[in-house]
């Protein structure tokens, strides 16, 4: 492939179809799940908070209530419980279950993940607190004293502190203002450390919890936890990307420059048209060079899959971006995916609006080519401060031109004649597209415009059903 023949080669395959190496149309196997629903979900999440009381209630521990000690204590029993449940949970939501990332998209598990590893932080630190007062009023020697003899005289309770510190590491990198000033790499080899804290808690737990020490039933249900979780950590994240990887054995085949600081990037493989993935998911990539192969980025595909390569475009943001101009032909490359609900399996009407803002735009290119095509039915705005930011122009107009679609540029400087201070207001959603609120929506672009467009579609009285917004898609 050359840029000759690439960056413009629209396929004109069928929607949800793909295009075999001998020119046959065959129906490509998404992933699809077995009747599974968030409330089944929350079902099992909460059967689990049941059992853990149940079993700590089996114990006899519902004694220790009798004294003020033994009630602090006992409250430092169920947090450690709670504790060690919401960790597990923190790591399921990071094995990248595509069942899980399709009953709730990656932008609620990833808020799931943040707001519970803060929980999970809380939780264990309230153990230790609570823990160490409670045993230190029961033996009269206060809580300092106690603090040294747990370090000093019990096994692998040191183990546990300095897993409690490792968490408290991964939610201090995990807030807003101290992610905004370390790169992916540092934040993402400072998540690495929870698998650690775990491991170092599960000795803990192993030999001094009461649930190990003194009942098999509850050692067996905790070690299934144990299993269960990291076996599906060991699933999604390991076998079945390196399975992915090795069936299609992507290689860089071409690297076009879109516009100042945006390139895209065409991939090659053996048998793409049996690979499951919509227009509009995205892909974690490593480039398998000597200082890149350890480091997985998201990029979603600007082009609708179609058997013979895939594409992504990338703007230049940082040190890793900027790189992708580099690469070069041959580089082979491995992937975890597809990820995302940013898809036409999420539309219920006939007519869509795609929003896209900056380099959001590349999922909803992918989607303008995918989507059935009947004319009127897809609508695109498409924002940008400045001409030169539009990416795609001459093919989003051609698809347009192909599928009967609407494009409307929104370009210019906020508060300038051309661009009122509101590009999205209801105003011009009114004016732009009348129907809005009969039409699903996909919004992918800059949290402040996805916020802002949100704002309005719900004073507009758009059904959130209908809304479909995924921030990790870009």
């Known amino acids: 492939m050359d840029a000759s023949t690439s960056p413009n080669a629209l396929d004109r395959t069928a929607p949800g179809r793909t295009r075999t190496a001998a020119g046959k149309l065959r ?3 998404f992933p699809r799940m077995w009747g599974v629903t968030a409330r089944d979900v929350y079902a099992f999440v909460a059967l689990n908070v049941f059992l853990i009381v149940a079993l700590w209630v089996r114990h006899g521990n519902l004694g220790e209530l009798r004294s003020l000690a033994g009630t602090i204590t006992a409250a430092g029993q169920l947090a450690a419980l709670y504790g060690t449940l919401m960790a597990l949970i923190q790591v399921v939501l990071v094995s990248r279950s595509p069942y899980l990332d399709e009953v709730f998209g990656t932008d609620r598990l990833l808020t799931f993940h943040r707001w519970g590893g803060f929980l ?7 153990h230790f607190v609570l823990t160490t007062v409670g045993w230190g ?3 009269g020697s ?11 005289q019990y096994p692998y309770v040191l183990w546990a502190f300095v897993a409690m510190l490792l968490f408290g590491a991964v939610a201090v990198s995990s807030m807003k203002r101290a992610r905004r000033k370390v790169s992916y790499e540092t934040w993402y080899g400072i998540h690495l450390y929870m698998y650690l804290a775990i491991a170092l808690a599960f000795m803990h737990q192993l030999f001094v919890g009461t649930d190990f020490v003194t009942d098999p039933v509850a ?7 144990y299993v269960i979780t990291f076996g599906s950590l060991l699933t999604w994240r390991v076998l079945l990307p390196l399975a992915t990887s090795l069936r299609h054995q992507l290689r860089v085949a071409n690297v076009v420059e879109e516009a100042p600081g945006v390139v895209s990037v065409y991939f090659t493989g053996r048998n793409l048209d049996r690979l499951a993935v919509r227009a509009g998911q995205w892909f974690l990539f490593r480039f398998l060079t000597r200082d890149d192969w350890y480091k997985p980025h998201p990029f979603s595909l600007s082009a609708a899959p179609n058997g013979r390569y895939l594409r992504i475009t990338v703007k230049s943001l940082g040190d890793h971006t900027a790189m992708m101009r580099h690469l070069r032909p041959g580089t082979r490359v491995a992937i975890e995916g597809p990820y995302g609900i940013l898809t036409g399996a999420k539309r219920t009407k006939q007519r869509v609006l795609l929003i896209a803002g900056g380099i959001g735009v590349t999922p909803l290119r992918a989607l303008l080519e995918e989507l059935p095509a009947q004319p009127g039915a897809i609508t695109l705005l498409y924002r940008a401060s400045k001409p030169e930011e539009i990416t795609f122009r001459e093919e989003i107009d051609t698809l347009a031109r192909m599928r009967g679609a609407t494009v409307h540029y929104l370009v210019g400087k906020r508060g300038s004649p051309e661009m009122p201070n509101d590009p999205f207001s209801p105003k011009t959603f009114r004016s732009l597209v009348p129907d809005v609120i009969t039409r699903d929506i996909y919004i992918c672009g800059p949290a402040p415009m996805a916020t802002a467009v949100t704002k309005t579609l719900n004073a507009l009285r758009v059904p959130a059903s209908q809304v479909h ?6």
């Open 137 to 139: 009023m029961g033996d």
């Open 469 to 474: 917004l995924e921030s990790f898609a870009y």
């Open 27 to 29: 129906h490509v196997p």
């Open 120 to 126: 999970t932080v809380w939780l264990l630190t309230a």
């Open 142 to 152: 206060g809580a300092v004293a106690e603090f040294g003899t747990l370090l000093l």
């Open 219 to 225: 050692r067996i249900y905790w070690i299934g936890l």
